[in-house]
Every structure is written in C-alpha cells, then in structure tokens.
C-alpha cells in the first residue's frame, strides 16, 4: 500500500511538529517531507520531480503563507504553472489571518486555513485536512473529498488544550529531500 505524501512548507519548527504530532494522534499514516524555505521547497518538488517525473506528486501541500524572504503565494504559483504539480490540493495554512484568503484564492490555493492556536483543535483540522484531500485518492493529486465545504468545527472559538507533551517526544527530525 502506497502511503499518502504530505508536504508542508513552513519556517516554524512549532508548527511542523504540531502537524506531526497531529498527524500521530489521529493515527493517520502516511509520508511527511518538510521543507523550511522557498529555495528548498522549489529544489525539491519542482527541479527534482522535473528530472524524475516518475515519482508520486504529493497528495497534498500545506503552505504558510509568509515564508522567510518570500511570499508563499509566488511558490503557489510556480507549483500551479507546474504540470506536474498543477493538480495537487494545496491548502494555505497561515500563522495569522492577515485577510488573505482571497489573494490565496486566486493564487491557486484550493483552500485557506489559518493555523489554529489551541492543541485540540489543531490536530482536529489537520485529520480533517487528511480526510478531505489524502484518504480518497482521486488523479495525480491524491486528493478527493467534500467539494470544499468547511470542516465541521474548524472555525468554532478556540480554548485552552489540556494537553503537554513535549515536542521532543513526539518524533524524530523532519524529512528534507
């Protein structure tokens, strides 16, 4: 059985462990690269997969939005100029609302979500996020789901988790190509 490929790109150490970590809480398998940066992010899923096409596209991309020296909207952009890329479900997953989500929109983004501060919630969206776009494997993107609807609970008011773990427990450094 060939694991879903999750791609986040994200300069936060905090939040890519809190999508592993939701990743493992919600018992959902599957394969997840980080990339911290633009440069790396285009290295690998655009020049590599040019000279290996071969390989799977990602079921699924979650991108921040304000990358270190970039916008994370110019990488959406390149990834959907890529025929390669064009098709896979990129959602929009921004540190703070800053009223992009119509910018994402039209960027390419099939979805906008910004990051949930409470723990619980958190690992709520990214299960969701995993159901919508990686369990039913439609085309090259691996994506499938609901027609866009909003996840149920995903907007609701936020409260203080009830939860501590440390980050170090949760598991090993992340995936870089």
Do not use: H
């Not at 633009?38 to 079921?59: F, N």
């Amino acid at each position: 059985m060939n694991l879903p490929t999750i791609v986040m790109i994200d300069s936060s150490p905090e939040a890519t462990e809190m999508v592993r970590f939701a990743l493992w809480r919600s018992n959902l398998r599957c394969t997840f690269n980080v990339y911290p940066d633009a440069a790396s992010a285009r290295r690998c899923l655009l020049q590599q997969r040019r000279r290996s096409s071969d390989g799977p596209a990602p079921a699924l991309i979650l991108l921040e939005s304000d990358l270190d020296y970039t916008d994370g909207l110019d990488v959406l952009r390149e990834l959907r100029a890529d025929s390669r890329m064009a098709d896979v479900p990129v959602v929009v997953f921004p540190s703070y609302d800053m009223e992009g989500e119509v910018e994402a929109l039209e960027a390419g983004a099939n979805e906008y979500m910004p990051k949930p501060v409470d723990a619980e919630l958190f690992t709520r969206c990214i299960a969701e996020f995993y159901r919508r776009w990686c369990s039913a494997p439609t085309g090259s993107g691996g994506g499938g789901g609901n027609g866009g609807q909003q996840p149920s609970g995903m907007r609701q008011a936020r409260r203080r988790s009830d939860w501590v773990r440390p980050v170090t427990q949760w598991m090993g450094p992340a995936a870089f190509c």
